[in-house]
């Protein structure tokens, strides 16, 4: 059966699952600089996207997220092979070199490029780009919009500012298509170096001017409203998330370092994520708010979650029973090996293409609240 064969209930999934699973991939590979696991990741977050993307226009942002992240590994790669520090092993070229002062110690300009050097780039640069595909996937599969209507009251005017910078990506892609469709229409280079000076500036111009009237549409709406919550109160709540947050971050670190003390990771995780929850929950109950086709939560956001936090388990655990294998070494150069553990792990992570609904087609669209309708029916609130 086709991945994206059509499913008794055709619906859009919740857009906080998808981001969860695409912040838990991603959370994976950040431990691990092993090149069989970071493609195995880019590889399941390709297949759920194609299998599960609407036909908005968000939906087509995961190719340039792509192609990104291919700039990003080669640009990595090019910079470490110049400037980099000199790694020994078998020298494949050797570029011109230039002598630097004594307080420029640790920087080289060119030299040998050996094939452990130019390995340990590839492993770090594939490290960031499958960081970025990850971030792709969430923007492909989640509605900014919709993704603004699920957050918690307490975080209304952050939403805010969070989903225009959101939608500044997906909406560039649109405007790149329709600069090159206009360009090729008058006969211009739409492709190719010869078109970057024609198409940067347009489509630059069209994805500031669409979030600028997204923001402009979700102020008319009165998003992003203070409410009426006293000045103490407000600046003790802020302070409370802030601080909730701060040991949040500092327990996901000592959580995903493996060289970490334990008592960094999951005791102050706990503690940032109960303050955090208690702000969100008190100032919930300040800030009365109505919603609009809500989006349910259901059986397949749990399982499309519990897959991407499968895989960041396997990782976790390969890493405290055998931390060498997700970080191959490079000198001695060593094979990379994918361990069973974390290739059960990313197949749990590729459920999602078949245990979540297919997305909504155009005609069904209007009945269910697609987000391929126009953007002031779906910021209705």
């Not at 970071?38 to 299998?51: D, K, P, R, S």
């Not at 923001?215 to 103490?232: I, K, W």
């Not at 990771?265 to 008190?282: E, I, K, N, R, T």
């Amino acid at each position: 059966m086709s991945p994206r064969g059509r499913s008794a209930v055709r619906r859009l999934v919740h857009p906080v699952a998808w981001w969860a699973w695409a912040v838990a991939l991603a959370a994976a590979a950040m431990r691990t600089t092993n090149p069989l696991i970071l493609g195995a990741i880019v590889a399941v977050t390709a297949y759920v996207v194609v299998a599960r993307r609407g036909t908005a226009a968000w939906g087509r942002a995961y190719g340039s997220f792509l192609r990104l992240a291919a700039v990003l590994v080669v640009f990595r790669v090019l910079f470490i092979a110049v400037f980099g520090v000199r790694v020994p092993g078998e020298v494949l070229v050797t570029l011109p070199s230039v002598q630097l002062p004594s307080w420029a110690a640790g920087i080289t300009i060119g030299g040998p490029v050996t094939v452990e050097l130019l390995l340990g780039a590839l492993y770090d640069g594939m490290r960031l780009g499958t960081l970025v595909v990850c971030v792709g996937a969430a923007n492909a599969l989640a509605s900014p919009y919709r993704l603004l209507r699920s957050l918690p009251a307490a975080l209304y005017e952050a939403g805010v500012v969070v989903t225009v910078a959101l939608a500044f990506a997906p909406q560039a892609v649109v405007s790149l298509g329709q600069v090159r469709e206009t360009r090729r229409l008058r006969g211009r280079p739409d492709r190719g170096l010869r078109s970057v000076r024609g198409l940067a500036l347009p489509v630059l111009e069209g994805g500031l001017e669409r979030s600028v009237a997204l923001a402009a549409s979700m102020d008319a709406r009165g998003f992003g409203r203070q409410g009426a919550l006293p000045p103490a109160a407000r600046r003790l709540t802020a302070l409370a998330t802030a601080v909730g947050l701060l040991a949040f971050c500092v327990g996901l670190y000592g959580l995903l370092d493996a060289g970490a003390p334990r008592a960094l990771g999951l005791p102050v995780l706990g503690a940032g994520a109960v303050l955090v929850a208690g702000v969100l929950f008190a100032r919930g109950r300040a800030t009365r708010r109505t919603r609009y086709r809500p989006d349910p939560w259901l059986a397949p956001e749990w399982s499309t979650v519990a897959g991407g936090v499968a895989a960041l388990l396997a990782v976790i655990v390969v890493a405290r029973l055998d931390p060498g294998v997700l970080a191959p070494s490079v000198v001695p150069l060593e094979v990379p090996q994918l361990p069973p553990l974390v290739a059960v792990g990313l197949l749990a992570a590729l459920t999602p293409a078949w245990l979540t609904p297919a997305p909504p087609d155009d005609a069904a669209a209007a009945v269910v609240g697609s987000d391929a309708a126009p953007a002031s029916e779906a910021l209705a609130a």
